[in-house]
């Protein structure tokens, strides 16, 4: 199928896409990695994306592909948060031909965010941005999530706010977007010296990149389990409770 796609990238004419479980960019890795060195513009759309994929169990659950995924030299891989910044991750992936885009998507339901209180998904564009920055003071802590984690980061964003800890969360659905921004931008998002704690719902592998040493990471460092989706996030660790517990800690105000 992807073999396919660029051999149609190549004739011209059409722009190709593809569709699959995200868990299976796997048996396809030697024709998007062609794809990337060939610089052509294949667009793959990987659903599935995470071990909210429940019951098929952990053969199915995506845990490493992300970080694979974004090892790989001139492949976009975007992971958009709502059904605004997916329109917007079209947008992207329509508007660059240098190379392949890989939109991540989820299985489950999530809810579309309040763009009225909180920053357009036009954001999107530059990799990163601050969707809802802190309130009661400065950020003290900021938290880094992508896809379906947005929402959950939002609840711990929430709580960490009721206990006095005014807290900035950043949607960060492309690392190589951002990271081609200028300096003076990444650190007007992710200023120096503010802990930072990222939320995926994958391997916490690349992430020190974003967080720093001294930042924390929630994510899946281990393969999935077969149970209902919420029920294997919430006993790995993926809930807001969790997070925002992370969080404290970070600070130094949990043990």
Same mark, same amino acid.
């Given at each position: 199928?992807?073999?396919?796609c660029?051999?149609?990238?190549?004739?011209?004419?059409?722009?190709p896409?593809?569709?699959? !479980?995200?868990?299976?960019h /796997?048996?396809?890795?030697p024709s998007?990695r062609?794809?990337?060195?060939m610089?052509? +513009?294949?667009?793959?759309?990987?659903?599935?994306d995470?071990?909210?994929l429940?019951?098929?169990?952990p053969?199915?659950? +995506?845990v490493?592909q992300?970080?694979?995924?974004r090892?790989?030299?001139n492949?976009r891989?975007?992971?958009p948060?709502?059904?605004?910044?997916?329109?917007?991750?079209?947008?992207?992936?329509?508007?660059?031909s240098?190379?392949p885009?890989?939109l991540?998507?989820t299985?489950?339901?999530? +809810?579309?965010?309040?763009?009225?209180a909180?920053?357009?998904?036009?954001?999107?564009?530059?990799g990163?941005?601050?969707?809802?920055?802190?309130?009661g003071?400065a950020p003290?802590?900021v938290?880094i999530?992508?896809?379906?984690?947005?929402?959950m980061a939002?609840?711990?964003?929430?709580?960490l706010?009721?206990?006095?800890?005014?807290?900035?969360?950043?949607?960060l659905?492309?690392w /190589?977007? !951002?990271?081609?921004?200028?300096?003076?931008y990444?650190?007007?998002?992710?200023p120096p010296g503010?802990p930072?704690?990222?939320?995926?719902?994958?391997?916490? !592998?690349g992430?020190?990149?974003?967080?720093?040493l /001294?930042?924390?990471?929630?994510?899946?460092d281990? !393969?999935?389990?077969?149970?209902?989706g919420?029920?294997?996030?919430s006993?790995?660790?993926?809930n807001?409770e969790?997070?925002?517990?992370?969080?404290?800690?970070?600070?130094n105000l949990?043990?």
């Amino acid at each position: 199928m992807a073999a396919l796609c660029n051999g149609l990238a190549l004739h011209g004419g059409v722009r190709p896409y593809c569709a699959t !479980f995200l868990a299976f960019h /796997d048996y396809m890795r030697p024709s998007v990695r062609l794809a990337a060195l060939m610089g052509l +513009p294949v667009l793959y759309l990987y659903t599935h994306d995470s071990i909210y994929l429940g019951e098929d169990g952990p053969t199915h659950q +995506p845990v490493e592909q992300l970080a694979a995924m974004r090892a790989m030299p001139n492949l976009r891989v975007i992971r958009p948060a709502d059904g605004a910044e997916t329109v917007e991750a079209w947008k992207a992936a329509l508007a660059w031909s240098g190379g392949p885009t890989a939109l991540c998507l989820t299985r489950q339901d999530l +809810p579309n965010l309040d763009r009225g209180a909180m920053a357009s998904a036009e954001g999107l564009h530059k990799g990163g941005y601050v969707l809802a920055e802190a309130t009661g003071g400065a950020p003290q802590v900021v938290l880094i999530a992508t896809g379906s984690e947005v929402p959950m980061a939002l609840d711990a964003r929430a709580l960490l706010q009721a206990g006095g800890i005014p807290t900035r969360l950043v949607s960060l659905p492309c690392w /190589d977007l !951002f990271f081609a921004q200028p300096a003076a931008y990444r650190a007007q998002v992710l200023p120096p010296g503010l802990p930072r704690v990222s939320v995926e719902a994958g391997t916490t !592998f690349g992430w020190q990149a974003i967080v720093g040493l /001294d930042g924390a990471s929630v994510g899946i460092d281990r !393969f999935g389990a077969s149970a209902p989706g919420e029920e294997v996030a919430s006993r790995l660790g993926l809930n807001p409770e969790n997070i925002a517990r992370t969080a404290r800690r970070l600070l130094n105000l949990e043990a």
